[in-house]
């Protein structure tokens, strides 16, 4: 065999090493998600049985969209639908609207030891569980705590926030946007580290202000990545945050908080109805499934780029 074709078998055998290396390298977590991803899926056989803990998920017997049937005729099915979705719409929408305007704000403060400490301060919140956070905000928002305690020096009463069926999707929404817009704006950061500054330094020529130059240059720049994570974001619509929620309701406000991922729970796991809990949470994902589809879809069409 010529010196060539040896060089050549050597290098194929060299990337196929490094491909067996890297396959090992990706085994470990090809586990954990198989085991608990792929695997629970079976339990999805639930939605369509009458499940009796005693005859097992392959001896209980098949009802077919009996428990569809049976979600739909509920009386706050819809209500707990509709309260998904005006709570995670709302968090879609804050959480790209303030996130893009504080990091605006942030790229136009001066000093680097300010603006980093001021970045770490915001972003703590995130890292914080909602057990924990949940906590902070019934101190916050109770009838003796700051916010009301603020509002009596208006001649305003005390306000049950997490008690009232007018005021809870409003705390729910902008507690997150609270523990979450600082840690959303490091992306758009990274945007705004991107746009060339002889664009502001043209503008400057020109005669524009800071104002005109954020107007005409900061946000036309930033539009792409703002679309393409809303976008991508459209897939998670009906996640309107089970920890946060859970942590925070009560049954007063079963009306207006009460969410798909909490309702699952409730149904599925504290009344023992597995099966109906099952066909809720596999209508779940199947809506997810194609929103996350269609946001792609949509996100490649409008700024030609996607997650897969």
Do not use: C
Request: glycine share 10%; net charge positive; aromatic share 14%.
């Amino acid at each position: 065999m010529s010196t060539a074709k040896l060089k050549k078998a050597s290098a194929r055998h060299g990337e196929k090493r490094e491909r067996l290396i890297f396959h090992l390298m990706l085994l470990p977590g090809m586990i954990v998600l198989a085991l608990f991803v792929f695997v629970p899926l079976v339990g999805s056989l639930m939605a369509f049985q009458n499940y009796k803990i005693g005859l097992g998920l392959f001896g209980s017997p098949w009802v077919g969209l009996e428990n569809y049937r049976i979600i739909f005729t509920f009386p706050d099915s819809i209500q707990v639908f509709w309260n998904t979705l005006v709570i995670a719409f709302g968090k879609l929408v804050l959480n790209a609207v303030i996130p893009v305007a504080f990091s605006i704000l942030l790229n136009e403060l001066g000093g680097k030891i300010f603006k980093r400490a001021f970045q770490t301060v915001v972003y703590l919140p995130h890292f914080l569980s909602w057990v924990v956070l949940a906590t902070v905000v019934t101190n916050m928002f109770s009838l003796d705590g700051p916010i009301n305690s603020f509002l009596n020096l208006f001649g305003i009463g005390g306000i049950q926030f997490l008690a009232d069926n007018s005021w809870f999707r409003t705390v729910i929404i902008g507690t997150d946007v609270w523990k979450e817009f600082g840690y959303n704006s490091v992306i758009y950061l990274a945007a705004l580290l991107s746009i060339d500054p002889g664009l502001y330094e043209a503008a400057s020529i020109d005669g524009a202000g800071r104002f005109k130059q954020i107007m005409n240059i900061t946000l036309p720049s930033l539009m792409p990545t703002v679309v393409l994570m809303v976008a991508l974001s459209l897939g998670n619509i009906l996640n309107a945050g089970f920890d946060q929620v859970f942590n925070l309701y009560n049954p007063i406000v079963y009306e207006t908080g009460d969410i798909i991922d909490t309702y699952v729970y409730r149904i599925g796991m504290v009344e023992r109805q597995y099966s109906i809990g099952a066909a809720v949470g596999l209508f779940k994902s199947i809506i997810s499934f194609v929103l996350i589809l269609g946001s792609n879809k949509l996100a490649k069409k409008l700024t030609g780029s996607g997650i897969f």
